[in-house]
């Protein structure tokens, strides 16, 4: 009775790690990379997902979002990573049961795509990311594709940014090597950006380069897609 007891224990306190594939779009765009995870984090709650949570004297929820969005930039590939006890259900019953309770709780704007069983030792370490910058009509032009010319066959590209929010230090960024191509279409410009561990191109550099300011957009930025090295 007592070996019971302590398998029963022992199932119900293994933890599985999942990984969460969803959309944000609308005005949750504007949410901040903290707020969106409160957002699941409350969800979790509100749903009784039973997350792995840390320790300490105010342990939180175990949940990470490994690639930051942009504020005010939508995203068709955004990933959620958290640990949730099993107890004993099998991972294809959980990942159903998780996807259904975070599905009811989320709010408009937050799309639910998928919920996987995580790879063993799976980091999802980002690669590059994708954005679409849909202009207007009258911004597509011989100028706009000169300007994306000159920028590729630029071997520097050099920025001044802030080192933290609080702080008053400038660093000189050459952000070229973070420009994997840049493409026009009938609607817009397709950027594509390597994302590596000295950091990558931030979109508002982007629209800076590329001559163009929001109010030349014919809709909100949009991350497309991200590679992942362990997806």
């Known amino acids: 009775m007592l070996y019971a007891v302590r398998y029963t224990l022992s199932v119900m306190n293994e933890t599985l790690p999942l990984v969460i594939k969803f959309r944000v779009g609308g005005a949750l765009r504007f949410l901040s990379h903290a707020e969106t995870l409160r957002v699941f984090q409350r969800a979790c709650v509100r749903g009784r997902i039973s997350v792995r949570y840390s320790q300490g004297f105010n ?8 690639l930051p969005r942009p504020v005010g930039v939508e995203s068709d ?9 099993k107890g004993t259900e099998n991972g294809g019953h959980l990942c159903s049961s998780v996807a259904a309770g975070l599905s009811a709780q989320l709010p408009e704007g937050i799309e639910l ?15 590059s990311a994708t954005y679409v910058l849909a202009l207007r009509r009258e911004y597509l032009n011989d100028e706009l594709k ?4 000159r920028l590729l066959a630029s071997e520097s590209l050099n920025f001044q940014r802030q ?12 952000v070229r090597p973070f ?6 279409d009938e609607k817009g410009i397709i950027v594509e950006c390597s994302i590596r561990a000295a950091g990558s191109v931030r979109v508002d550099e982007v ?7 929001q109010s030349m957009l014919a809709a909100p930025i949009r991350r497309t897609t991200v590679r992942w090295q362990d997806a």
Request: glycine content about 4%.
């Open 113 to 127: 795509i998928s919920v996987n069983v995580a790879g063993l030792g799976a980091s999802y370490q980002p690669l």
């Open 163 to 174: 080192t933290g929010a609080r702080s008053s230090r400038i660093k000189n960024i050459d």
């Open 59 to 66: 342990p939180r929820p175990r949940l990470s979002l490994p």
């Open 179 to 184: 420009l994997t191509s840049i493409e026009t």
């Open 207 to 213: 629209l800076s380069l590329l001559q163009l300011d």
């Open 146 to 149: 000169a300007t994306i010319e």
């Open 77 to 85: 590939d955004e990933l959620l990573c958290l640990k949730v006890h």
